[in-house]
């Protein structure tokens, strides 16, 4: 059996690497028991570190919508050159306001 893909970056996600379930709709705004998407932890941590709560419940809400924020779409042409297995280094989260 194949490593599940994130939806977010595209890479493989070896079980052996942390990874997070993602609500698309946040569980604060509503989205309890909603769809969720698997993604490796670093690419989940980049999502709330640049997006609010209700940003992602309001427009970012899709994979797509994800992939076209500009900071988002960054990252991930950054992370898609590291393989699958890449975690941060850095601790702790980095939210751009």
């Known amino acids: 059996m194949s490593d599940p893909i994130c939806p977010l970056c595209h890479r493989p996600i070896p079980p052996d690497v942390p990874q997070s379930q993602h609500h698309l709709i946040p569980r604060l705004k509503g989205g309890k028991g909603g769809p969720t998407i698997l993604l490796h932890d670093i690419c989940h941590r980049e999502i709330h570190a640049t997006l609010s709560e209700a ?15 500009p900071r988002l779409a960054r990252f991930i042409a950054w992370v898609r050159k590291r393989p699958p297995g890449f975690g941060s280094k850095i601790p702790g ?4 306001r």
Not at 56 to 69: D, G, P
Not at 93 to 96: E, L, Y
């Open 55 to 69: 940003d992602l419940a309001r427009s970012y809400n899709t994979a797509e919508a994800l992939r076209s924020h």
């Open 93 to 96: 989260r980095r939210r751009m």
